[in-house]
Antibody
């Protein structure tokens, strides 16, 4: 069974940093691209960032570019989201998702989601 | 800023058929945008239904189907069941980046 378990969420002040982790199991992690998406309270989904299977290619939404960095450790089956210069509007549930293929091109889409971790940015 | 637009809400009767659409502010949606569709019920994580316009995952019920027509991506539910009541999101790929639609709140009534 494919499982994605996010962690690292919490309360942080505006301007602060947080690193989210997503531990993957049940599939050949190093063969698949991974993504992060988020959902603000009562709002819709927003794609945040994606990384290819080897980690050599990353993509990020305009809203987080220059502040958030996605990375992965294929030896530990973990994908990370380093979030810097956090803003109140970054408050959301952050979901980790597995892509259906190795690249970030989208040909195989997104297939499995984690349960999410909550990030609250507030003073 | 690219905007992906979905119907905010739709209502369908049990056993009926409903089509949800997904439009792009950049122009006509084609298969090259690899439309994905997701279902989300209250308090739950999203669940993937469709990828690459019309491909189903192994767990996707047969009553769900995806297509592109009239310049939009579409998700059609045939023989709707009460359990299909949920919010449905489309996702379009623009090169490496991607954008979610605002979601359609589907009511089965």
């Amino acid at each position: 069974e494919v499982l994605l378990l996010e962690s690292g969420g919490g309360l942080v002040q505006p301007g602060g940093s947080l690193r989210l982790s997503c531990a993957a199991s049940g599939f050949s992690f190093s063969s698949f691209a991974m993504s992060w998406a988020r959902q603000a309270p009562g709002k819709g989904l927003e794609w945040v960032s994606a990384i290819s299977d080897s980690g050599d290619r990353t993509e990020s939404a305009h809203s987080v570019r220059g502040r958030f960095i996605i990375s992965r450790d294929n030896s530990q089956n973990i994908v990370f989201l380093q979030m810097n210069s956090l803003r109140v509007e970054d408050t959301a549930i952050y979901y980790c998702a597995k892509e259906g293929g190795s690249s970030t091109s989208g040909y195989y889409g997104v297939d499995v989601w984690g349960q999410g971790t909550t990030v609250t940015v507030s003073s | 800023q690219t905007v992906v637009t979905q119907e905010p809400s739709l209502t369908v009767s049990p056993g009926g058929t409903v089509t949800l659409t997904c439009a792009s502010s950049t122009g006509a949606v084609t298969t090259g945008y690899y439309p994905n569709w997701f279902q989300q019920k209250p308090g739950q994580a999203p669940r993937a239904l469709i990828y690459g316009t019309s491909n189903k995952h192994s767990w996707t019920p047969a009553r769900f189907s995806g297509s592109v027509f009239g310049g939009k991506a579409a998700l059609t539910l045939s023989g709707v069941q009460a359990e299909d009541e949920a919010v449905y999101y489309c996702l379009l790929y623009y090169g490496g980046t991607r954008v979610f639609g605002g979601g359609t709140n589907l009511t089965v009534l």
